[in-house]
């Protein structure tokens, strides 16, 4: 069998989604796909729509095969860190024959190009980060990209996969639909953006959800998606409102803080009624949307400076991977897994336990932010320690 790889958050799994994976099967007959998916936090600063265990239960149900959980130190970071954090995950599986990733401009000789270019840039990308730019308009600044951020993403990990001399081999999709942060459906591929935006909408105008057609969405999934499950952003601001306040003297060893933008979110916060509002107080030239966005919920899950030095230090490496579900084929990559990989697999969190002081510090940040992103609503799955992975 060829085991093909995607890195994704399917929050939620869309019709965009199964349009992937329908084409990696359609290209490689004997496929079978592994899903190294977000938890319950996600990379632009997100919590995600449904828990990660009815994420990964929804993408078994349309096409994967197995799915591992990416740790929440790497799923909530920019672009470099997550991508360097996913592509050492996949590397030390010993078993990726191929990583499939969606991109805008769907040319992969182009991606590469731009990859092995750009590691003469830094210094170039440094000051035009500092000039004010946001992390993607200084990025095709000086590589000749779209603004494009999945054409971004599948750099950094063909970057990272040439800093590593990894043998798997990259593939891309061209991206069918709408932009991934398009807030409006769309008739063929809406974005998950899209999808969530119409979701809270619904829940604020105190609409029926399940009654409506959902086109962009598997209909196996729909059951899936009750009012009392979902979980939006909005909804940690009281959270992060608490950590802030609670941790005021510490905030500026929060990651990606700097240049005393603790003092201007502690003043916002005392103004702010909504996440959005704190956001939009806070952002500038030199700190966008996003990156105001993701600062927000690294205050919530209390990243550090140190945590991302300290793995950066330790080359990305992740001490362990969690199963969070599989079917039959699953079964047979992990039989694959187990004899090849170098890394630690967790089947029931409750049996694990870490080895050393960074093993503990990946361990604690996933266990934590599975209690943070349930203190309010219950989630299908709520407990680490008391689920095992799920088995189609």
């Known amino acids: 069998m060829s085991i093909v790889s995607i890195i994704c958050e399917y929050n939620p799994f869309h019709t965009g989604h199964q349009y992937q994976i329908n084409k990696i099967k359609s290209l490689i007959s004997d496929a079978k796909i592994l899903c190294l998916m977000s938890g319950n936090f996600v990379q632009r600063g997100d919590a995600s729509i449904l828990d990660k265990h009815t994420r990964a239960k929804i993408a078994l149900k349309n096409g994967a095969d197995l799915v591992l959980e990416m740790p929440c130190l790497f799923s909530t970071q920019v672009a470099p860190i997550f991508a360097n954090g996913s592509i050492s995950i996949l590397n030390s599986l010993n078993t990726i024959d191929y990583l499939c990733f969606g991109s805008e401009t769907g040319n992969l000789d182009d991606l590469k190009k731009i990859a092995k270019n750009s590691f003469l840039d830094k210094n170039i990308l440094k000051a035009q980060l500092k000039s004010g730019k946001s992390y993607i308009k200084s990025y095709s600044s000086i590589s000749n990209v779209p603004s494009t951020s999945n054409d971004i993403l599948g750099i950094e990990y063909i970057k990272a996969m040439i800093n590593t001399n990894s043998s798997i081999t990259p593939y891309t999709i061209l991206r069918e639909g709408s932009a991934y942060n398009d807030t409006s ?208």
């Open 185 to 392: 459906l769309s008739e063929k591929y809406s974005s998950a953006t899209a999808i969530r935006h119409f979701f809270k909408t619904k829940i604020d105008e105190k609409k029926s959800i399940l009654n409506t057609d959902f086109n962009f969405l598997m209909q196996n999934s729909i059951e899936y998606f009750d009012e009392k499950y979902l979980k939006f952003d909005e909804d940690f601001f009281k959270y992060i409102k608490y950590a802030i306040i609670m941790n005021e003297k510490n905030l500026k060893n929060i990651f990606e803080i700097s240049e005393g933008l603790e003092n201007l979110i502690i003043s916002n916060i005392k103004k702010a009624d909504t996440l959005n509002q704190l956001i939009m107080m806070t952002k500038s030239k030199r700190y966008t949307y996003t990156r105001i966005r993701r600062i927000m919920f690294n205050i919530l899950l209390n990243i550090t400076k140190q945590d991302i030095a300290t793995i950066k230090e330790n080359y990305y490496k992740s001490p362990y991977v969690r199963i969070l579900g599989f079917n039959e084929n699953g079964r047979e990559i992990l039989k694959e897994i187990k004899q090849r990989s170098d890394i630690e697999l967790i089947n029931k969190t409750s049996l694990y336990t870490p080895k050393d002081e960074y093993s503990k510090l990946f361990f604690e940040k996933d266990i934590k932010a599975t209690q943070i992103y349930n203190i309010e609503k219950k989630s299908y799955y709520y407990n680490d320690f008391l689920t095992s992975p799920i088995k189609l």
